[in-house]
């Protein structure tokens, strides 16, 4: 046969094949299960600040990020936010994960920081191939169990480390080129914090010569103090 000069689009089959080969944790599914996601996973595409789920609704497909960032937040009756974790390239959401095997709705809100593109595995072919496929098991399980600690170790920091300490590894590791485009109010929802709280100490910091703070900007002028900041005990 001889090649054309115009291409064709992947089928939904071959761009989810090749979405999987880019999943670390998938790298030992078996061609029967590959290609069950092949005939029934989707990848979905969503805008910045677009909210794949929220409170009280339906969970209908297991998730992965494949590309792009995705923040998983509870909100008080009094309105606090607080961040739970993000959900990065190559990752699944554990309360996804519980809600699916409790088959119950979310009991938080997502919602994306970057545009985001995510492989969704529909209800009925997860719970089958849990069931069918032990590699497929695994890759869900070993997920799981690595993302409840992960929210483990975000509560014990919650209780037991000082907001310094926490906001300055913050600023260390969502700074990009010495600069962070955030808010007070942003990063009180971060720190679980009230924002008024969070204030105070970043003015304390400028007052230190550690950071300047401008409107929406946070410059920082001494990144290796506040790494050592955060690692203090």
Do not use: N, W
């Amino acid at each position: 046969m001889q090649p054309t000069s115009r291409s064709q689009a992947p089928s939904p089959a071959e761009s989810v094949g090749a979405a999987i080969a880019t999943i670390a944790t998938f790298g030992r599914l078996d061609d029967e299960t590959r290609g069950l996601l092949g005939q029934r996973a989707r990848i979905l595409s969503l805008p910045r600040e677009a909210r794949p789920f929220g409170p009280g609704s339906p969970c209908e497909a297991y998730l992965i990020v494949l590309k792009g960032e995705i923040r998983v937040q509870i909100v008080a009756e009094s309105g606090r936010e607080i961040v739970l974790y993000r959900v990065s390239a190559g990752e699944s959401c554990v309360l996804t994960t519980s809600c699916l095997l409790k088959h119950e709705p979310y009991s938080a809100e997502a919602i994306c920081e970057t545009a985001v593109s995510c492989l969704a595995i529909p209800e009925s072919l997860f719970s089958s191939l849990l069931g069918s496929s032990t590699p497929f098991r695994s890759a869900v399980l070993d997920a799981y169990a690595t993302r409840v600690t992960d929210l483990i170790m975000t509560f014990e920091e919650l209780v037991f480390r000082r907001l310094d300490q926490r906001l300055a590894a913050v600023l260390v590791e969502r700074s990009v080129g010495g600069e962070l485009a955030t808010t007070h109010h942003d990063l009180a929802v971060e720190l679980g914090s009230a924002r008024e709280v969070v204030s105070r100490a970043l003015k304390v910091f400028e007052q230190q010569g550690l950071v300047t703070l401008g409107r929406g900007i946070i410059r920082l002028l001494e990144p290796e103090r506040l790494t050592q900041i955060a690692r203090s005990v």
